[in-house]
T-cell receptor, first 117, second 111 residues
Framework: GAGVSQSPSNKVTEKGKDVELRCDPISGHTALYWYRQSLGQGLEFLIYFQGNSAPDKSGLPSDRFSAERTGGSVSTLTIQRTQQEDSAVYLC???????????????FGPGTRLLVL | KQEVTQIPAALSVPEGENLVLNCSFTDSAIYNLQWFRQDPGKGLTSLLLIQSSQREQTSGRLNASLDKSSGRSTLYIAASQPGDSATYLCAVVGRNYQLIWGAGTKLIIKP
């Protein structure tokens, strides 16, 4: 596609339920990143993938959060047993590569707005 | 630990004025610095990327500078327009290629 797409655009769930967020990166982009932006706070790095592997999971806030990427393309971010503090906009970005130079522009999707009641 | 600060937090200026947004970072060991804009209800749009070896980048009415030694970057917007109203975010690429973000400057251009 022309840009990074994310689905769903909005998700309302009940506390304790599991949710899955999906990201479709730009075709040919090997690096994929997940961030979240909580209300009134800045953007927070969660995890990044180079191909299908995740060299850096340090940003995942708890073991309820996990992410995978298959086929070097689509990625899913899963939040188990959601809590109200998980409410945020979850943003996905992709770049041609992380490349070891860290000099690739990241292109962002529109985000998934998650509300945990 | 890298910290990114943006000043001012908010700025309101009349249309047509030139303006400068500031970004500072504490660790000069960066790979690059990027400026983004964020519009309400929309995703982030990359504006300019300055590689660590560069001092500035220009795109249309936008010019971004980078001074690694002093840990500063500025985003200059010439001849501002109402459509420039948005939140402008500065981010540096540090270890593991993750972006470390500033809190943003909310810019309002008054017609």
């Amino acid at each position: 596609g022309a840009g990074v797409s994310q689905s769903p655009s909005n998700k309302v769930t009940e506390k304790g339920k599991d949710v899955e967020l999906r990201c479709d990166p730009i075709s040919g982009h090997t690096a994929l990143y997940w961030y979240r932006q909580s209300l009134g706070q800045g953007l927070e790095f969660l995890i990044y993938f180079q191909g299908n592997s995740a060299p850096d999971k340090s940003g995942l806030p708890s073991d309820r959060f996990s992410a995978e990427r298959t086929g070097g393309s689509v990625s899913t971010l899963t939040i188990q047993r959601t809590q109200q503090e998980d409410s945020a906009v979850y943003l996905c970005a992709s770049s041609l590569a992380a490349s070891g130079r860290g000099q690739e522009t990241q292109y962002f999707g529109p985000g998934t707005r998650l509300l945990v009641l | 630990k890298q910290e990114v600060t943006q000043i001012p937090a908010a700025l309101s200026v009349p249309e047509g004025e030139n303006l400068v947004l500031n970004c500072s970072f504490t660790d000069s060991a960066i790979y690059n610095l990027q400026w983004f804009r964020q519009d309400p209800g929309k995703g982030l749009t990359s504006l300019l990327l300055i590689q660590s070896s560069q001092r500035e980048q220009t795109s249309g009415r936008l010019n971004a500078s980078l001074d690694k030694s002093s840990g500063r970057s500025t985003l200059y917007i010439a001849a501002s327009q109402p459509g420039d109203s948005a939140t402008y975010l500065c981010a540096v690429v540090g270890r593991n290629y993750q972006l470390i973000w500033g809190a943003g400057t909310k810019l309002i251009i008054k017609p």
